[in-house]
């Protein structure tokens, strides 16, 4: 069956630098869309980017574009997001999953259990 396992979340401050990790199993993942949301308490669940298959093509939210990237390496099924000059509005539940481009929205279809990204000012 479809796994994903986030990793790499933690406690940092305003500025610093994460890098998340997601290591997937029970589907094509060289051939999938492969995205990142996250879920700030009491919000709903939010996109935040997501890779192409094929030349690497990445799409980001305005909110993170220019701090947050995003790349896989499909030789070992794994998903990263490198975040940088991270703010306290980045604190969210972080989360990968395989994505469906529809009209321009971007919707993930398996969810893991998530990474807490806790960023203080």
């Known amino acids: 069956q479809v796994q994903l396992v986030e990793s790499g979340g933690g406690l940092v401050q305003a500025g610093g630098s994460l890098r998340l990790s997601c290591a997937t199993s029970?589907?094509?993942?060289?051939?999938?869309?492969m995205g990142w949301f996250r879920q700030a308490p009491g919000k709903e669940r939010e996109f935040v980017g997501l890779?192409?298959?094929?030349?690497?093509?990445?799409r980001y939210a305005d909110s993170v574009k220019g701090r947050f990237i995003i790349s896989r390496d499909d030789a070992v099924n794994t998903l990263y997001l490198e975040m940088n000059s991270l703010k306290p509005e980045d604190t969210a539940v972080y989360y990968c999953?395989?994505?469906?481009?529809?009209?321009?929205?971007?919707?993930?279809?398996?969810w893991g259990q998530g990474t807490q990204v806790t960023v203080s000012s």
């Open positions: 999953a395989p994505v469906n481009v529809n009209n321009g929205n971007y919707y993930g279809t398996y």
């Open positions: 029970g589907f094509a993942f060289a051939r999938s869309i």
């Open positions: 890779v192409y298959w094929f030349g690497g093509i990445t």
